[in-house]
């Protein structure tokens, strides 16, 4: 079975600083999607970024940019320039190819700094 | 386009009780999924459809039944609510999975059982 593993409760950066997320993921395919998703207080999920297995240049979105390492099924995300409103529990995903099933990890809460 | 809506927003039930989770998507979407979060943990998925009449269960169906009749509609019901399915539930929808296209996601319904 597929595990996504965020090993970082909980992270906190100063404003305009840059964080990096820590997500591990275990599978045996080999073609596969990742996602980070953002949940503000609001509660409403929001993609951030994207990341299909097979492209090896890493996703960037703006200021959200992933380092994705296939072979050591680690896919981590940086947020640079911290702002405000970047404050939110962040989840890591996973989806094998052709799968309907999204599998969550248990979320990395982010405290911006003023 | 509204997206997924969900309603109701919050709802309290007393042990026993049954409820219907409504969920609506305007986006022309077959795929949709039905996710609960607990405190502290990423989302499971509950059930999902692959398209009107097609439903399977996902990690943790037990408690809960669903039904597809419409592409736009996907009805969660909960019949005899436990205090274990106190949760916010996510209702999602996405296109084929066979890409790596983004579920996209409601705004959750807090659902507390006393």
């Known amino acids: 079975a597929q595990t996504v593993t965020q090993s970082q409760p909980e992270m906190s950066v100063q404003e305009a600083e840059t964080v990096t997320l820590s997500c591990t993921y275990d599978?045996?395919?080999?073609?596969?999607?990742l996602f980070w998703y953002k949940q503000p207080p609001s509660r409403q999920m929001i993609l951030v970024i994207r990341?299909?297995?097979?492209?090896?240049q890493n996703a960037t979105e703006n200021r959200f940019s992933v380092n994705f390492q296939k072979a050591a099924k680690s896919f981590s995300l940086k947020i640079s320039d911290s702002q405000l409103g970047d404050a939110a529990m962040y989840f890591c995903?996973?989806?094998?190819?052709?799968?309907?099933?999204?599998?969550f990890g248990t979320g990395t809460r982010l405290t911006i700094i003023p | 386009n509204a997206g997924v809506t969900q309603t109701p927003k919050f709802r309290i039930l007393k042990i026993g009780q049954s409820m219907t989770l409504q969920c609506t998507q305007d986006?022309?979407?077959?795929?949709m999924y039905w996710y609960r979060q607990d405190p502290g943990m990423g989302l499971k998925l509950i059930y999902y459809s692959v398209g009107a009449g097609i439903t399977d269960k996902g990690e943790v169906p037990n408690g809960y039944n669903v039904s597809r009749s419409t592409t736009e509609d996907f009805p969660l019901r909960l019949e005899l609510a436990a205090p274990s399915q106190t949760s916010v539930y996510f209702c999602?929808?996405?296109?084929?999975?066979?890409?790596?296209?983004?579920?996209?996601f409601g705004p959750g319904t807090r659902l507390t059982v006393t």
């Open positions: 599978t045996s395919e080999s073609d596969y999607y």
């Open positions: 986006m022309n979407h077959n795929y």
């Open positions: 995903a996973y989806r094998f190819f052709g799968n309907e099933k999204l599998t």
């Open positions: 999602a929808s996405s296109l084929r999975p066979d890409r790596v296209y983004e579920q996209y």
């Open positions: 990341q299909e297995a097979y492209k090896q």
